[in-house]
């Protein structure tokens, strides 16, 4: 008897003790010791709901674990502005295109009888001491930023980082042992397979939408529309360039729901939802969500050091097609031609070159300027990586360093060159021996993307218009149309012919 009663003893004691190392081992690892840990680390020690044991069915399709997992993390975010940026906003011609698209406007009434201007978005929790991932679009000039969460609690947060360039921020509310949504990888990302979209959209509450991942790596020209990525390197762009890379999904996405959650069938975050395609302000077949694995390198920035740290690789290049191959006189109809490589960038020093054909990263296959801004934009100034590019019709291996913003300039021009370039909202290409035939010129170059809202596009010169002279040069490439531009600051002189074949000669300031 006395020696079960031992056992039994002894027994509890075990229990106690372990029971104490690990409450002791976890208020190791409360906030005030998460310092300095990644957003994948900080999920270790909050994570608690395992999306690991959830299974989509593959006869019935059953949603509900995965709904039931991520929609306590997903929140509604509520912003409210001053009159002055309401009053802005109003002044501005694109502003209702604008606010509509991301859903911050809504029915007008008369300025005295309205109430301070709101906003709302949604936000995925991705550690449970508050840290909260949405838009910057939804929180951006803010005066306040409310949180209510799924348990109608309204919390006050504070922005810890904003990047124009993703459209991403990092938020913060006080609080602790929130549900997280946990994160998944984008690169596993099929497109056919099963995505939950997550949000308050409209003035619903807490909404879960089903649909397939439709494409990916989709450019939609809505952070910086006056780059073309065609032409102009991503992974060296100007001032306050952007990655678009989005994940396209038909699941059903409305204003409200920019911020929130696009998950798997397995309950993990694939994207934050950004986007929709529409005319009308509200779902008409397509929503875009950002990679979760550009977010979480943005994410993991703000935590580590306050900002975005962005490498380069230093080229600028054309996407190829067959179109594209016929007028640059190359055989490969896939992957990215350079252009140019930056003097002392990365890919300089590793020795690529102009008329490169670049295949691969890593060894995964690049066809898309937005995949190559995608897995670039995961990465920090002193990473390595391997470019693999077509030359001479062998397949070459070139290991380069990438460089941080110094080295972040076009090599022929400069800034001011640079914004006039991009203010034209065009790329151009040579124009081959049979097009100068037909329109009986020696030189020429066409332009091969127009971006809406700029000059090309004011000026009605579309896809197709031949460009013959800048500022009274003849130009036969994009280093020639650089050149000319320089030629003069304050007014830009363009000649050519448009599509139909017609004569045009147009003058503009060049600011």
């Known amino acids: 008897m006395n020696s079960n009663i031992k056992k039994v003893g002894f027994t509890l004691l075990t229990a106690f003790v372990g029971g104490a190392v690990a409450i ?38 059953d949603f509900t674990q995965a709904a039931a997992a991520v929609s306590p993390g997903v929140v509604h975010v509520r912003t409210t502005y001053s009159r002055s940026k309401e009053q802005s906003a109003a002044n501005d011609p694109f502003g209702d295109m604008f606010e509509d698209f991301f859903g911050r406007r809504g029915q007008r009434v008369p300025q005295q009888n309205r109430p301070a201007p709101m906003g709302k978005g949604s936000g995925v929790i991705v550690t449970g001491d508050g840290y909260i991932m949405t838009n910057n679009h939804v929180v951006e000039d803010a005066e306040k930023i409310e949180v209510i969460l799924s348990d109608k609690r309204v919390l006050e947060a504070k922005v810890i980082g904003r990047d124009k360039n993703t459209d991403l921020a990092l938020i913060k509310i006080n609080a602790k042992d929130l549900p997280i949504v946990k994160l998944g990888n984008s690169d596993d990302v099929k497109v056919g397979e ?16 089903a649909g397939i991942v439709s494409a990916k790596s989709r450019q939609i020209g809505i952070l910086a529309p006056e780059i073309d990525r065609n032409t ?126 670049i295949k691969r990263l890593n060894g995964q296959e690049i066809s898309s300027s937005a995949r190559l801004q995608e897995r670039v934009g995961t990465m920090r100034p002193g990473d390595k990586l391997t470019l693999s590019v077509l030359r001479d019709g062998k397949l070459r291996d070139f290991n380069l360093t990438l460089k941080g913003d110094e080295g972040n300039k076009l090599a022929n021009g400069g800034k001011e060159v640079t914004e006039v370039v991009n203010s034209l909202g065009a790329t151009f290409s040579p124009l081959t021996d049979d097009a100068k035939k037909k329109y ?54 363009l000649q050519g012919f448009v599509p139909d074949g017609s004569r045009f000669r147009v003058t503009f300031p060049a600011k």
Do not use: C, H
């Open 232 to 357: 102009y390197d991503p992974n060296n762009p100007p001032a306050n360039s952007s990655i678009e890379s989005f994940i396209q999904t038909d699941a059903v996405i409305n204003r409200g729901n920019s911020g929130g959650a696009l998950v798997n069938a397995s309950g993990e975050l694939i994207g934050i939802n950004s986007a929709i395609a529409s005319q009308t302000g509200t779902y008409e077949g397509y929503g875009f969500a950002i990679p979760v694995n550009l977010a979480r390198k943005v994410m993991d920035d703000f935590l580590k050091y306050g900002e975005v740290k962005r490498g380069y690789i230093g080229v600028t290049f054309q996407e190829l097609d067959a179109d594209r191959a016929k007028e640059l006189n190359v055989t490969e109809i896939d992957g990215l031609y350079v252009n140019s490589t930056l003097d002392g960038g990365a890919a300089e020093k590793a020795g690529i070159k102009k008329g490169d054909i």
């Open 194 to 209: 099963w995505v939950l979209a997550v949000g308050y959209p409209l003035t619903l509450e807490s909404t879960v939408t």
């Open 24 to 61: 002791g081992a976890y208020k190791l690892l409360e906030p005030s010791n998460l310092a300095g840990l990644s957003l994948a680390e900080r999920q270790k020690v909050y994570f608690t709901n395992n999306p690991s044991e959830i299974t989509a069915s593959t006869g019935a399709i």
């Open 440 to 493: 009986g010129i020696n030189s020429g170059v066409v332009v091969t993307s127009v971006s809406p809202g700029k000059v090309f596009d004011m000026y009605d010169m579309p896809k197709g218009t031949v460009i013959t002279s800048v500022n009274g040069k003849g130009v036969n490439n994009n280093d020639q149309v650089i050149a000319a531009l320089k030629q003069d600051s304050k007014m830009i002189s």
